[in-house]
């Protein structure tokens, strides 16, 4: 089963809409991590925004906010007054409790949301 | 500004070649990863190493293998290319930290013909 699920394949906007992307998460942690990235065409994977499993508000980083929803395990990312440079893949990542080798933890990604801005 | 490059943006190469991907960060990072990009797939792990010389497999290790002999330098290397690994390459490096995001090179997109 899948660890980080991205139902939406592909997303239009219009230019200085909200739109909200989708992620929900499978973990048997208690403490966890969530990330969200953007990868223009130019390749490289930039980060956005992170929410911790503890953390009891939603996370914000300027028009990007993260809709945190425990119980329903979903994280989804909302882009508040979408831009022409908001066309990109959004991709949601985990990181669960567990360690690996050397205290560090790995996240796990999902498939990734390809979004369209149109003017 | 940090960083990480990867060595090339482009590379093609022919089956059964030995290939060398680098990647070098300048951030003093513990953790650097090797991921591979397929549409549709997203990233998948291949290796990542946590200190210089110690390295552990990801989720699809097979048909590569990686050095780490400095700290900032990460490589993979393919030591017979073959056409599905044609893909493209991700490089990352993180501290060690339960909440601290990982920074990724342009990435490398590979052609084995």
């Known amino acids: 089963a899948q660890k980080i699920t991205q139902t939406q394949p592909g997303m239009f906007v219009q230019e200085k809409e909200a739109v909200t992307l989708d992620c929900t998460y499978d973990t048997s942690d208690q403490s966890y991590g969530l990330f969200w990235y953007k990868q223009p065409s130019s390749g490289e994977m930039i980060f956005l925004i992170y929410?911790?499993?503890?953390?009891?508000q939603n996370a914000t980083e300027g028009r990007y906010s993260l809709n945190f929803q425990k119980a329903r395990k979903s994280a989804n990312l909302v882009i508040s007054a979408s831009q022409l440079g908001d066309s990109a893949m959004y991709f949601c990542?985990?990181?669960?409790?567990?360690?690996?080798?050397?205290?560090?933890?790995?996240?796990?990604f999902g498939r990734g949301t390809s979004l369209i801005v149109h003017p | 500004d940090v960083k990480v490059t990867q060595s090339s943006r482009y590379l093609v190469k022919r089956t059964g070649e030995k290939v060398f991907l680098e990647c070098v960060q300048d951030?003093?990072?513990?953790?650097m990863f090797w991921y591979r990009q397929d549409p549709g797939l997203g990233l998948r792990l291949i290796y990542f190493?946590?200190?210089?010389?110690?390295?552990e497999k990801g989720d699809i290790p097979e048909g590569y293998s990686v050095s780490r002999e400095k700290k900032e330098r990460f490589s993979l290397i393919l030591e017979s290319a073959s056409t599905n690994q044609t893909s493209m390459y991700l490089c990352?490096?993180?501290?060690?930290?339960?909440?601290?995001?990982?920074?990724f090179g342009p990435g490398t997109r590979l052609t084995v013909l």
């Open positions: 929410q911790g499993s503890y953390d009891e």
């Open positions: 951030m003093d990072h513990e953790n």
């Open positions: 990352a490096s993180s501290l060690r930290g339960t909440s601290l995001e990982q920074f």
């Open positions: 990542a985990m990181r669960e409790g567990q360690q690996a080798s050397g205290g560090s933890y790995i996240p796990t």
């Open positions: 190493s946590y200190d210089v010389k110690m390295k």
